[in-house]
């Protein structure tokens, strides 16, 4: 549970009536100011320092549920990761504002929280009300973006006619909603309806009040396969008809970037601003892919030796790890922690591996595992992926040779390994032998980081791959 949400006050009456006083001081019996409940603005909160806006992955509660303060409340989506949101007061969720799939801005509101149960109809009512500011800013999360709108109508005279509704609606209208109108169903039939892709606005609930169950969503999952079993069986498919080139994916159309996509976008377009020079170097792995044949039973990881044998180079050339943020000086890190480059589904992100010159190989491979799987769920806390102060980017393990990587903002360099393979080389005697060897590429910023600093790293790194005694300490 990362952070809190952060909410204000709206009074749900009028200020506090003032009661004259009688003028007989025989009639002056005090009252006991009348305490009023509140409603409070839930927000969508900031959860990294890049974040300017967040997706609705899903709400844990429902309308109307009471809460406790800490309790998970919401699931929001960042530019890196998702995260689960807690309450920080006590009360009722009385109306959600910006419903699943929806996008809202960062300090914008997303739902109101009622401090009694009698106060949940007054803030519907508050949330409905076009006059009310929080619900001009739910009412902006919920039509699709002017560029989706026209990416959708630049697709209507293509496919059919249903393909294109299908698309606006996947994008704009959540299951569990219709034509803006929320549908009442129960948070695990909201989640199962999005998998089984069923579309909550045609099916009845069985539930009390009409209430759509997951048994209601599986029996139209199932009859809507009938459905669609029978039609295809029924209408022939036309000769000349095109074959997919991948499943899920729809040639001709456009799609807008994810949120973690817009992320990487931003930052690639940040990083042209940084003057940037490159150094290539071929290293011998024989001894490296020995030590690794080694010690990989025990767990350790090509990404773990990797990230400690750059480690320890880093801390023989401290300007290597530095960083400049705005262009009139730079700072020495503290502390050397090594970013590794992991593809996502959707996007890229760079969990770190903190003080890797410190922690012992075992122990960096383990925590390198639970990163990865962290980072692949979508559940990486903001200083396991914002605090890298050198980037690794290993493409070896897809037989790629060679590659520069691009710097990410706000570090000093990133290095670009390739695949580790035999090559003929001359040996010191003067014969022909046969070697591992890989190559890597590093991009600097030349601000701070001169060609004979990065020389001078990459000759201490070949050192230390090439007899790696000191990686195992």
Known sequence: MAHLLNSSFIPSSPSLRRHSIPSSPSLCTPRKPQIQAKIREIFMPALSSTMTEGKIVSWVRSEGDKLSKGESVVVVESDKADMDVETFYDGYLAAIM???????????????????????????????????????????????????????????????????????????VHPASAEGKRIVASPYAKKLAKDLKVDLSGVSGSGPMGRIVAKDVEAAAAAGSAAVSTTAAEVPKPSGA??????????????????????????????????????GYTITTDALDALYKKIKSKGVTMTALLAKAAALALVKHPVVNSSCRDGKSFTYNSSINIAVAVAIDGGLITPVLQDADKVDIYSLSRKWKELVDKARAKQLQPHEYNTGTFTLSNLGMFGVDCFDAILPPGTGAIMAVGASQPTVVATKDGRIGMKSQMQVNVTADHRVIYGADLASFLQTLAKIIEDPKDVTR
């Not at 919920?142 to 709108?149: D, F, G, Q, Y």
């Not at 931003?266 to 003057?275: D, G, I, K, T, W």
């Open 98 to 172: 910006v419903d699943e799939g929806g996008v809202a801005a960062v300090g914008s509101a997303i739902a109101l929280l009622a401090e009694t149960e009698d106060e949940i109809a007054e803030a519907r009512s508050k949330a409905s009300s076009p006059s009310s500011p929080s619900s001009s800013a739910a009412t902006s999360a919920s039509p699709p973006p002017p560029a989706l709108e026209a990416a959708v109508a630049n697709l209507a005279p293509s496919p059919p006619a249903t393909v294109a509704k299908a698309t606006v609606t996947a994008s704009s």
């Open 242 to 279: 095109k074959v997919a080139a991948s499943p899920g994916i729809e040639l001709g159309t456009v799609v807008p970037f994810t949120t973690m996509q817009g992320a990487v976008s931003r930052n690639m377009v940040e990083s042209l601003a940084v003057p940037t020079f490159r150094v």
